[in-house]
């Protein structure tokens, strides 16, 4: 079966830095492409970051480039997000997804002063 695990959210102050990590099972994890999403509540999930199955190729939404960096390590089966000079707006539940259409729980990133 395939699952997806997020973990490293919690409670950071504006400017401060998280890395979210995602453990992945259950499938030939370096063959798949990588995604992290958000959803703040009420609001429309929303594509944050991709990163293709080489690692090499990236992608990032407009909101968080040069803020958010995504990276995964083949051998661990884990994709990462690190995320610097964080904003109360990037205030969310963050899910991690594969291309295969499977998504984790999510984890929830706070934001605040």
């Known amino acids: 079966q395939v699952q997806l695990v997020e973990s490293g959210g919690g409670l950071v102050q504006p400017g401060g830095s998280l890395r979210l990590s995602c453990a992945a099972s259950g499938f030939t994890f370096s063959s798949y492409t990588m995604s992290w999403y958000r959803q703040a509540p009420g609001k429309e999930r929303e594509l944050v970051a991709t990163?293709?199955?080489?690692?090499?190729?990236?992608s990032y939404a407009d909101s968080v480039k040069g803020r958010f960096t995504i990276s995964r390590d083949n051998a661990k089966n884990t994709v990462y997000l690190q995320m610097n000079s964080l904003k109360p707006e990037d205030t969310a539940v963050y899910y991690c997804?594969?291309?295969?259409?499977?998504w984790g729980q999510g984890t929830q990133v706070t934001v605040s002063s």
């Open positions: 997804k594969c291309s295969l259409n499977n």
């Open positions: 990163i293709y199955n080489g690692g090499g190729v990236t």
